[in-house]
């Protein structure tokens, strides 16, 4: 059976995940890169034509033009990919929703004394509650932060006007667009709510209409899902500063305690890296030299970001730290948790355990976690860790060896710190120069996941080497952060690939700085912190005087496989810029919204690029998405007056 496998170096280009791919294969444990070889993808759901919202269904609209034309209901194809797209968007923005809440409350009980966090970034505060209309003077910081956090909780709850924080960040030009559309959100519950009540049968049938609602969804996605998050975080936790880390498995040490903790949401992961801290003596009393947190997925982005936390691994390959055998645990919130990891620790003396109520595993530990119990349950986490060191089976420790450099921590904060020393007081015009000049051709973040299917870390890196060798500007969010971290792009190491026009322009930020360079791509955090980005590209639309969509910029997630990847792409797209995906979205059934999201036929009247001037470019070749991205950058600056 296992001679049907591929070669594991077909499957990861980082040699840890292969190595430890093997080792798994050889102990009979599947992982998600062999599942992903036998599940064979349904054609129907490929192109986006089955439909479930009702029990006359499933039916489902054959792509080849055989069979019946319509759902027992008479729902045709258009309507039925779009209401399909619509959910996705949908799921990716309830998750975002929910993690800004979360934050939220958390604010709210902290500073009433309820939860063991304290502001860490009053200025920020200020700055918030300034934007969101709350009279600061006079206020102490408990007290504003009381509000802010009321503030955004009514953007779960108001029922008129639009979200607060769609206001707070000006953006102008495109929030006059999207209202002249009606496409303004009003609270992220309402919303969602919404728009699972137009796509349930009977609904909304108009695919076009049920597209513009995949609009609206995305704006709650970004201002009530990442903008609130990143804000709120900041606040609460810090705002990330530039840090110098490792990546890679070998982040793993045999003689420590090792807890990974994976999921979301940065409060549960900050209270694990201070437990570890204080209970270091409890790991000594078991033969351990001390205990060692490494990052997975996004929960490894924040600590990473704020605390300099190493991170073991991305997306993919999350069950594979669990492989090295010396995991006594890994503590995980929510999204992109993949069942699996129980299976695989099942072989092994690491504890899988998950903390809300709402995520849970069949057969994993559970020790709740809220912001009120954040001391206790991370105390518990840590002792449980501990415990298990002395469970190792020492026949089954294989840590790969190698590790990477990397530097992260570019918040929009830190990026202006860096340019100030260039001009101290016009720290955007060295860039807008660079780029005006041509030294910068345009800029993109490379954004997302690593997905089974796809050889992991290849095409993210791929796409981002043929960009910063034609001079743009990297910058990158998500587990695609970890791609670049792990082959040195997140380090001056990474500059031998630029073109020579960006290197010297990164070259002489970093000496500005007292550093040999700045890294050829800037690490700007975990999914949601692709607010910092939309914040980035705010600041220069407003320097220069023209919309984010007159920007010569774009997004790209060449390995993607989450409905929040297609909820923020969304999103980037309502604020004008081109997204690009390397995994099919799911909507090739439908000729029609292939036509509104892609812009691919000249004639077509209603295109997300006519309406908000960006679009959806689908391509799964990352050195021929990078052309097509180059190209697009072109026009752009052509528009701008630029060559
Ligand atoms: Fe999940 Fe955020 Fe994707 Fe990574 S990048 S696989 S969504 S952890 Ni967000
Ligand atoms: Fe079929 Fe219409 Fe029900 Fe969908 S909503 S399953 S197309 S009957």
Redesign the pocket.
């Given at each position: 059976m296992m001679k049907d496998l591929p070669d594991v170096k077909d499957l990861s280009l980082d040699t840890g995940v292969q190595e430890l791919l093997v080792k798994a294969r050889n102990e009979g444990i599947a992982t998600a890169f062999d599942r992903a070889v036998k599940m064979s993808q349904c054609g129907f759901g490929s192109a986006g034509v089955c439909?479930?919202?009702?029990l006359?269904?499933?039916?489902r609209i054959a792509p080849n033009g055989k069979g019946p034309r319509a759902?027992?209901?008479g729902?045709n194809v258009d309507t039925?990919v779009a209401r399909n797209f619509l959910n996705t968007v949908t799921q990716g923005t309830a998750s975002h929703a929910e993690h800004a809440r979360e934050v939220a409350h958390a604010i709210l009980e902290a500073v009433e004394g309820k939860a063991p966090y304290t502001i860490q970034d009053t200025g920020k505060l200020k700055a918030l509650a300034q934007g969101l209309g709350i009279t600061v003077e006079g206020k102490g910081i408990n007290q504003l932060a009381k509000e802010v956090a009321h503030k955004a909780l009514e953007d779960f709850q108001k029922q008129q006007g639009p979200l607060h924080w769609l206001k707070l960040k000006g953006q102008t030009k495109e929030v006059e667009n999207w209202e002249k559309l009606g496409l303004l959100p009003v609270n992220a519950h309402l919303e969602v709510a919404k728009s699972m009540a137009r796509q349930v049968?009977g609904g909304d049938a108009d695919p076009a209409n049920l597209l513009l609602g995949a609009i609206t969804m995305s704006l709650v996605d970004g201002f009530a899902g990442l903008h609130m998050s990143t804000d709120l975080q900041d606040v609460l936790l810090g705002t990330p500063k530039a840090v110098k880390a490792q990546y890679r498995l070998g982040v793993i040490k045999e003689e420590m305690v090792n807890i990974s903790v994976h999921g979301h949401i940065p409060l549960l992961a900050e209270k694990v890296v201070e437990w570890a801290g204080k209970l270091k003596e409890e790991a000594r009393k078991v033969g351990a030299e001390g205990i060692n947190v490494v990052g997975v997925c996004c929960s490894g982005n924040e600590i990473l970001m704020r605390k300099g936390v190493n991170v073991a691994t991305n997306y993919a390959s999350q069950e594979l730290p669990i492989v090295t055998g010396a995991l006594e645990a890994m503590v995980v919130d929510i999204q992109c948790i993949m069942p699996g990891l129980q299976t695989v620790a099942s072989c092994y003396h690491t504890e899988i355990i998950t903390t809300l109520p709402y995520a849970k595993i069949s057969g994993a530990s559970h020790v709740e976690f809220s912001a009120e119990r954040a001391d206790e349950a991370a105390r518990e986490i840590v002792m449980r860790a501990v415990a298990n060191f002395k469970k190792r089976d020492p026949r089954k420790i294989a840590i790969p060896n190698e590790v990477t450099e990397a530097y992260a921590g570019f918040s929009v904060e830190q990026i202006v710190e860096a340019l100030k020393a260039v001009n101290p007081d016009d720290p955007l015009k060295p860039l807008v120069d660079a780029i005006a000049g041509g030294q910068i051709l345009g800029a993109v973040a490379i954004v997302g996941c690593t997905n089974p299917r796809k050889k992991q870390d290849y095409d993210n890196l791929t796409l981002a080497m043929e960009l910063i060798k034609n001079n743009v500007l990297v910058v990158a969010t998500g587990c695609s952060a970890h791609s670049l971290g792990k082959f040195g792009l997140l380090s001056p190491e990474g500059l031998k690939y630029c073109g020579e026009e960006l290197r010297s322009v990164l070259t002489a930020i970093g000496q500005a700085n007292g550093l040999p360079a700045l890294p050829p791509a800037l690490h700007m955090g975990s999914c949601v912190d692709n607010s910092r980005v939309a914040d980035l590209l705010t600041a220069l639309a407003d320097y220069l005087g023209v919309g984010i969509k007159d920007l010569p910029a774009a997004g790209s997630c060449p390995e993607t496989h989450h409905p929040k990847a297609i909820a923020i792409g969304t999103y980037f797209i309502a604020n004008g810029v081109d997204v690009h995906v390397g995994v099919n979205p799911q909507v090739s059934g439908s000729e029609l919204v292939v036509n509104v999201l892609t812009a691919n036929k000249e004639d077509f009247p209603v295109t997300t690029d006519g309406l908000f001037g960006g679009k959806l470019i689908y391509e799964e070749d990352p050195v021929k998405a990078a052309a097509l991205i180059i190209e697009r950058i072109k026009q752009k600056r052509k528009a701008l007056g630029l060559n």
């Open positions: 439909c479930k919202q009702c006359e269904g499933p039916c759902g027992v209901c729902a039925i049968m």
